[in-house]
């Protein structure tokens, strides 16, 4: 057994974490699997019940999750740098934008894209975004002035906050806001996000099978 295994499909939120893996250094073995029977096979289902990609297995550890596997890469592999120390007050803000990240924005942009709109402005209380509105303008506010989510130092919640920021512009599921393109520009011209995307496109056939 590999000490760190990839399953991804290359045309998936798979590549968020290939370009974290990417970042750490880490050795691992990719393993793509098809959308439909593949990830619902049952060898598959034994590692991820929801049958979806992508997941991580470390030492025997299985880790699903875009957002965790970034936050666990990052702690596993410390020496790459890419979270803050654990007792710092930084590790707070860098936590709050990753699972700002995973919640308000990703929830927000699903919505948006399938067009599910709220009846009443009161529903904004009851959903997690309360309104994409609201969750671009606190982005903008944050990264106004900010090369990254801390400032002058990239970590693991400027990868799957970038990335949801750059296929969110890149798909136009995301507004363009002053500040956006910049930073997902910044974030995808780094050396490990050009490998992981080289990667995952060489793979792309392999993907649809
Ligand atoms: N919450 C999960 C979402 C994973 C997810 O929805 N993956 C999609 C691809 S982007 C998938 O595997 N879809 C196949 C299916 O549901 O059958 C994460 O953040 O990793």
């Keep these: 057994m590999a000490d760190l295994t990839f399953w991804t499909n290359p045309m998936s939120r798979g590549r968020i974490v290939r370009w974290m893996l990417e970042e ?9 699997l098809g959308y439909g ?4 096979s049952p060898d598959y289902l034994a590692v ?3 049958g979806k990609v992508p997941a991580i297995r470390h030492r025997g550890t299985v880790v699903t999750e875009c957002a965790a596997i970034c936050a666990y890469l990052a702690d596993a592999f410390h ?3 890419l979270a803050p120390d654990p007792a710092s007050p930084a590790r707070g803000t860098y936590y709050r934008w990753l699972f700002f990240g995973a919640g308000p924005v990703e929830a927000a942009v699903t919505n948006a894209s399938l ?6 402005p009161q529903l904004e209380g ?3 975004y309360g309104s994409m509105q609201r969750v671009l303008d606190t982005l903008q506010d944050w ?3 900010r090369e990254y989510v801390l400032g002058d130092r990239f970590s693991a919640a400027d990868v799957y906050l970038g990335a949801q920021v750059a296929w969110g512009l890149q798909f ?3 507004e363009e806001r002053p500040g956006f393109r910049d930073y997902a520009e910044r974030l995808m011209a780094r050396s490990a996000a050009i490998r992981a995307r080289e990667a995952d496109d060489a793979l792309i056939p392999q993907g649809n099978g």
């Design 37 to 40: 029977p593949e990830m619902k």
């Design 48 to 50: 991820n019940p929801m």
């Design 172 to 174: 136009g599921t995301l």
């Design 126 to 128: 009851r959903v997690g």
């Design 115 to 120: 067009g599910v709109k709220l009846e009443t």
């Design 79 to 81: 020496e790459a740098g």
């Design 24 to 32: 750490t250094g880490a050795e691992y073995e990719t393993h793509v």
């Design 143 to 145: 990264l106004d002035g």
